[in-house]
């Protein structure tokens, strides 16, 4: 089976819960919260010859879709990222797609993961060049449901670090 094809099957089962997650629509769990994320905006990236009717980039997310997933200041925080780069044409602080730190993604046999604690997730992915790359993103509960709280990347500082907030 070729790369393509291993790629589709690999989120067709993330689609339907599989690899690793499962994709209940409650999102009191942080997985299911990182599956659904990957799920609505991932698809630019695996597969962009042919993307889904209602796909987009998360640069392209409003502010009330980017509260579904994130903690409030970090959604807000990505969002004024966002504003600045339309508004003055430059590349703004997140100079690269933040759910597979790359400038460039390319990515294949996608997994969603609980991690070591309940409010932690883990993204991974093989990258173009064959290696297997990581993210860990770290949830917190906010009114009983969990939302990403951080994402933090294998080589550079994490989303908040780079967005300058500051953690609790």
């Known amino acids: 089976m070729n790369r393509r094809a291993i790629a589709i099957f690999g989120y067709l089962l993330l689609l339907q819960g599989g690899g690793g997650a499962n994709a209940s629509s409650d999102k009191t769990d942080l997985t299911n919260l990182v599956s659904g994320l990957y799920k609505k905006y991932a698809w630019v990236v695996l597969f962009s010859p042919s993307p889904l009717t209602d796909a987009a980039p998360l640069t392209h997310a409003s502010r009330k879709e980017l509260e579904e997933f994130f903690v409030p200041d970090l959604a807000k925080a990505i969002w004024n990222d966002t504003q600045c780069k339309v508004k003055r044409g430059d590349t703004g602080v997140l100079d690269f797609d933040i759910l597979f730190d790359s400038q460039d993604p390319s990515a294949s046999g996608l997994t969603v993961q609980t991690g070591g604690e309940e409010s932690e997730a883990v993204v991974c992915f093989e990258v173009y060049s064959g290696d297997r790359k990581c993210l860990l993103y770290i949830g917190k509960p906010i009114n009983g449901a969990f939302l ?18 500051v953690n609790e």
Do not use: V
Request: aromatic content about 12%; charged content about 20%; proline content about 11%.
């Open 148 to 165: 990403i709280y951080d994402i933090r990347y294998p080589e550079q500082p994490s989303l908040r670090q780079l967005l300058g907030l």
